[in-house]
């Protein structure tokens, strides 16, 4: 349901900078980013990845060496092409554009399909992006992995270079919840949206994988609720480019209402923006995301239907149980308000 440009991409009376600077902060940062990422989304699904995309390329704490448009489970209701990761790019480009961020040498497409098994990866421009940034021997600086949608291109990254294992973090988001930890909602999908995408790519990652994983399940990414009345005031208002977010969300509204027949809601989850707050805004001594809750259980193994095995003594898994939306707001909504006031914006 997200806008998908046209591929040959539409330009915008906007200022033009690129990775690695911020003009647009009248008190520079101090230098060096503390963390590398990757950034993989479903752009062409729904609309909080856009948010999340926004929000980190405005944190100059995390330098951003990839960014991957990954794929839409088949026939899903906001993209229903088969060429999902192929808009996924559009979208990112076209964000770019928006923001006059000139540095599109980062965005690199991911497999329209799902994995076939768990032994066979699916190559593509992503996972080659990806090995390279993971295998790079000239700095140490940490990597993180932010998937915000389906984990095939890592699995299938995985499945070429194993080694990338002990050279990144990932963090996703996605699956259900723990037992013990959280109930699933009313009504709630079988298999949680993200996992579904491919759930043997989620497999691969879990099962077969010693990746190092920051889970962030259905339960907490549905705490990331945020107001039409600060989407409005605080979003909509910033801007050409808060105005694109905004109606974006506005058309999924739309689109739901009218199929339910019901009144719309007063709140969307912006479920993707955790990736922001559990990388860039750690804390300064002793970083960490400490501002966020989590508990360490082992890694289950995922089910073919969604549900966990529990696997005793299997390497530890990071599960999220409460993150802190406030900071993670509050920094977006001024940043995307001090970015718009400098680009000077104008349809």
């Not at 951003?64 to 790019?89: C, E, H, M, Q, W």
């Not at 107001?227 to 109606?247: H, I, K, Q, T």
Request: aromatic fraction near 8%; hydrophobic fraction near 40%; charged fraction near 25%.
């Amino acid at each position: 349901m997200t806008l998908i440009p046209d591929a040959a991409g539409r330009e915008y009376d906007v200022r033009h900078w690129r990775l690695g600077s911020v003009p647009w902060q009248a008190i520079q940062p101090a230098p060096g980013p503390r963390a590398r990422v990757i950034v993989d989304n479903d752009f062409a699904g729904d609309p909080d990845d856009l948010y999340h995309l926004v929000h980190q390329i405005l944190s100059p704490n995390t330098e951003i060496r990839a960014v991957v448009g990954s794929r839409l489970r088949d026939g899903d209701v906001f993209d229903t092409s088969g060429r999902t990761a192929a808009n996924a790019v559009l979208v990112a480009r076209d964000v770019f554009a928006r923001m006059g961020l000139d540095s599109t040498e980062v965005i690199h497409q991911g497999s329209n399909e799902a994995l076939a098994d768990r032994a066979t990866p699916r190559p593509s421009a992503a996972v080659d992006a990806i090995v390279a940034e993971a295998m790079r021997e000239d700095t140490d600086t940490p990597l993180f992995y932010l998937a915000g949608g389906g984990l095939t291109d890592l699995a299938s990254a995985y499945l070429t270079e194993p080694r990338i294992a002990e050279r990144l973090t990932v963090v996703w988001i996605g699956g259900l919840e723990h037992e013990g930890l959280a109930d699933p909602p009313p009504n709630a999908m079988p298999i949680e949206y993200n996992l579904l995408i491919d759930v043997t790519a989620g497999q691969v990652v879990f099962n077969d994988s010693d990746l190092d994983v920051w889970q962030v399940p259905r339960d907490v990414y549905r705490q990331c609720l945020v107001s039409d009345a600060e989407l409005r005031l605080r979003v909509a208002a910033a801007g050409p480019l808060g105005r694109y977010l905004y109606d974006e969300l506005a058309t999924v509204v739309r689109g739901v209402t009218e199929h339910r027949g019901t009144a719309p809601g007063e709140s969307y989850a912006l479920g993707d923006s955790p990736l922001v707050l559990l990388t860039a805004l750690r804390s300064l001594f002793e970083a960490a995301p400490s501002s966020s809750r989590h508990t360490t259980i082992p890694t289950p193994s995922l089910q073919d239907d969604g549900t966990y095995l529990a696997v005793p003594g299997a390497r530890p898994l990071r599960v999220y149980t409460w993150v802190d939306t406030r900071l993670m707001f509050e920094d977006f909504h001024l940043k995307l308000r001090e970015f718009s006031r400098w680009s000077g914006a104008s349809d």
